[in-house]
């Protein structure tokens, strides 16, 4: 039992507001519950940088320096974890980085099963123990096979379903640098398995009155030009323009910040 976080801008933007500023449920707060660690990773335009900690996000004594400092980019992609297999190391912790892409899950599979759906070159050097690097790979094997990550995806959930493998939740968050693929796919527990996304700024709509932070970011941005769509496990903050992606559909934004909802059959 994880939270996911995902964000594709125009730019290089931070994410100071949805990890520690934001009134409602900054990622900071959630990680009170979701202890087990946090990662991010984050695309700048040309290449993929990546920090993760086997220990709570509101615990690290790096994370808000990172994240106000450093962490700038056009994809962020963030994971904070609730283990439920009981090893807590860096190579256990979300996100991944393999063959240009960038993963983050929240779920549980069986592990031994799906494991054996990889060939021998996507098994090798695993990071660490768990079922979503597993998962992870074989999304990645089946985009390798057939060259697209939406058919990819696609293939990879349907070898699942086909050899009657057991999860509770699939939801993932995805990119290759191109475009940010959220999956929401639950089996169980649909209140909690969730996934919301929101196009930023909302300029000149009324719809309810946000908080003076939230009216400061907005205004920020409108001033920077910035724009983004922002993907996460929770609503995050007190805009009324949440959308949720309803269960078995895979989210695509594109660098145009278009987003198209994909049925998946199961």
């Not at 125009?10 to 087990?36: C, E, G, I, M």
């Not at 099963?113 to 098994?123: D, N, P, Q, S, V």
């Not at 086909?162 to 995805?174: D, G």
């Amino acid at each position: 039992m994880c939270r996911l976080f995902g964000l594709y801008a125009n730019k290089n933007v931070d994410v100071r507001f949805s990890f520690y500023k934001t009134p409602r449920r900054s990622f900071a707060l959630q990680s009170y519950k979701h202890y087990h660690g946090w990662g991010i990773a984050w695309f700048d335009g040309v290449q993929w940088q990546i920090y993760k900690e086997p220990k709570p996000l509101y615990e690290s004594d790096k994370a808000r320096a990172l994240v106000e400092k450093v962490v700038r980019g056009k994809i962020i992609i963030s994971h904070i974890r609730h283990a439920t297999v009981r090893s807590y190391t860096r190579g256990d912790t979300h996100p991944w980085l393999y063959r240009g892409y960038v993963f983050a899950h929240n779920g549980s599979i069986d592990r031994c099963t799906l494991f054996k759906l990889l060939k021998e070159e996507y098994r090798e050097n695993l990071e660490g123990e768990t079922d979503s690097e597993v998962l992870f790979r074989l999304i990645v094997q089946e985009t390798s096979d057939l060259g697209n990550p939406v058919e990819g995806i696609k293939n990879a959930i349907e070898k699942i379903t086909k050899n009657n493998i057991h999860f509770t939740s699939l939801n993932f968050i995805l990119s290759d640098g191109e475009k940010l693929y959220a999956l929401r796919c639950a089996e169980t527990r649909l209140c909690y398995y969730t996934l919301y996304y929101i196009k930023r700024p909302k300029e000149g709509l009324e719809l309810g009155k946000p908080s003076k932070e939230t009216e400061q970011l907005i205004s920020t941005k409108l001033s920077r030009g910035e724009k983004a769509v922002v993907i996460a496990s929770e609503i995050m903050s007190d805009e009324p323009y949440w959308e949720p992606i309803p269960n078995k559909y895979l989210a695509v934004v594109n660098k145009n910040l278009d987003i198209k909802l994909e049925p998946i059959e199961l």
